[in-house]
C-alpha cells in the first residue's frame, strides 16, 4: 500500500477484506445475493486503493464520464484488486473496441453504456469473448478475465421497450439502470415526474429478478443504493467517489465554520 493511501486510512474503520474475482461476483448474483460497491470518477491508483480498502465488493472505474486516463487503467485495475476488490469499468461507448479495451488493461468485467436492444446486447457480449463464442482478439496487457462480467445499461427508451429480450441475452450477466439518461430518454425530467419514473425503476428491477438476471440501478448514496436493494437490486452501488467527497469535506468546512447544514458555502 501507497504511503499516501495510508495516510488516508481511518485507523480502526477500514481494513483490507479476501481479494475476490468477478467469479465470486457472479456466484453470489447467481445465488441472490447483493453485492456492493463504489463509482469512480476521480482518476489515480490511489483513488482506486483508497475506494477498494473500504470493503467493497467491487470498484467501477468510469472512462466515460470520469477522469481516469487509458494508460492508468493497468495500476488502477492491480491496485482495486490488490486492496480485495473487483475491478470494473464503465466503458466509454459499446463500439466493439471500447468495450475490448479495458479487458486488456486489467479490468475484469464492464458495464456497457446506451446499448440499444438484445441485438446490441449480444453485438457487446460478442466484443468481449474470445473466439469461438465472440471476436475479442488475443494480446491483452496486464491481468483481466478470460470470462469478464458484461452487464448492460438500460438507459434509453429502446432499451426498455426490448427489456424482455435483453434479459434473455445469453452470456449476459446484469443489467444496470441509469435513471438520468433514461429519463431523458422517456421525458420524464423534473421533481413532478419524480414519481413515474420511480415507478419505471421498480419495474425494472422487478422484471430482472424474475428472470433471474441481477440487476442495479445507479445510486448516489448508501440510502438511495438501500431502497434499490430492498426492492430486490443485487448490483448495489452504494456512492460516487467525487460526490462523496465533495459532500464530505463541505460537512467538515460547515462544522468547523459553525453552519452545519446542506449548503456550506
Known amino acids: 500500500m501507497s504511503d499516501d493511501a495510508a495516510a488516508m486510512e481511518p485507523t480502526g474503520e477500514v481494513s483490507l477484506g479476501m481479494a475476490i474475482s468477478e467469479v465470486d461476483l457472479r456466484g453470489r448474483w447467481s445465488d ?21 480498502r473500504t470493503g467493497v465488493d467491487y470498484v467501477v472505474v468510469d472512462l466515460q464520464h470520469g477522469a481516469t486516463a487509458e494508460a ?31 479487458l486488456d488493461l486489467g479490468a475484469r468485467g464492464v458495464i456497457v453504456p ?8 449480444r453485438e457487446v457480449i460478442a466484443a468481449s469473448r474470445y ?38 441475452v445469453d452470456g449476459l450477466d446484469g443489467v444496470y439502470v441509469g435513471p438520468g439518461d433514461l429519463s431523458l430518454s ?17 419495474s425494472i428491477i422487478a422484471r430482472a429478478g424474475a428472470a433471474g438476471v441481477p440487476v442495479g440501478v445507479h445510486a ?19 456512492a460516487v467517489d467525487a460526490a462523496s467527497l465533495r459532500e464530505a469535506v463541505a460537512h467538515h468546512l460547515g462544522v468547523a465554520r459553525g453552519r452545519p447544514g446542506p449548503d456550506q458555502r
Open 131 to 168: 473466439a469461438p463464442v465472440g471476436g475479442r482478439s488475443i494480446g491483452r496487457l496486464s491481468g483481466g478475465a478470460d470470462q469478464p462480467l458484461v452487464i448492460v445499461m438500460v438507459e434509453a427508451s429502446t432499451a426498455l421497450d426490448d427489456l424482455d429480450s435483453v434479459l434473455a
Open 32 to 52: 441472490g445475493q447483493p453485492c456492493h460497491g463504489l463509482w469512480s470518477l476521480l482518476p489515480g491508483v490511489v483513488t482506486g486503493e483508497v475506494l477498494a
Open 72 to 102: 492508468e487503467m493497468p495500476g488502477v485495475a492491480a491496485a482495486i484488486s490488490a486492496a480485495g476488490a473487483v475491478p470494473l469499468v464503465r466503458t466509454r461507448s459499446p463500439a466493439f473496441a471500447d468495450v475490448g479495451r479495458p
Open 186 to 202: 422517456l421525458g420524464l425530467t423534473g421533481d413532478e415526474h419524480r414519481d413515474e419514473l420511480r415507478d419505471v425503476l421498480s
Open 114 to 121: 446506451n446499448v440499444r436492444d438484445a441485438d446490441h446486447a
Open 220 to 238: 448516489y448514496s448508501g440510502e438511495q443504493a438501500a431502497e434499490y436493494a430492498a426492492e430486490g437490486a443485487t448490483i448495489v452501488t452504494v
